[in-house]
């Protein structure tokens, strides 16, 4: 039995590996260190894909806080400011 190196995140790593293994029990001929490690690599990718999305949602999340705390200043200053009557002090 051979020693492979895998690179990757762990689960990605332990979905690699169990892919492996049903290939050999499938009685394919697989390279193992190639083709673990461009599945490893592979869900890296994905890794990178979920954080972009992960910053995306929070960038759009801080703009709406941002917009919300906008609305509310500009309403407690209407609120706090004395309504012009038209009369003079």
């Known amino acids: 039995m051979?020693?492979?190196r895998l690179?990757?995140?762990?689960?990605?790593?332990?979905?690699?590996?169990?892919?492996?293994?049903?290939?050999?029990?499938?009685g394919q001929c697989v390279e193992c260190a190639v083709s673990l490690r461009s599945r490893a690599w592979f869900m890296t990718d994905v890794d990178y894909?979920?954080?972009?999305f992960h910053e995306l949602f929070r960038r759009q999340d801080d703009q709406r806080q941002l917009k919300r705390l906008t609305l509310e200043e500009q309403k407690?200053?209407?609120?706090g400011s004395p309504e012009d009557d038209g009369e003079l002090p």
């Not at 690179?7 to 050999?24: F, L």
């Not at 407690?76 to 609120?79: M, S, V």
Request: aromatic share 4%; charged share 25%.
């Open 49 to 52: 894909l979920i954080n972009r």
């Open 2 to 4: 051979r020693t492979v």
């Open 7 to 26: 690179v990757g995140t762990p689960w990605a790593v332990a979905i690699a590996a169990k892919t492996e293994s049903i290939a050999r029990s499938a």
């Open 76 to 79: 407690d200053q209407e609120i």
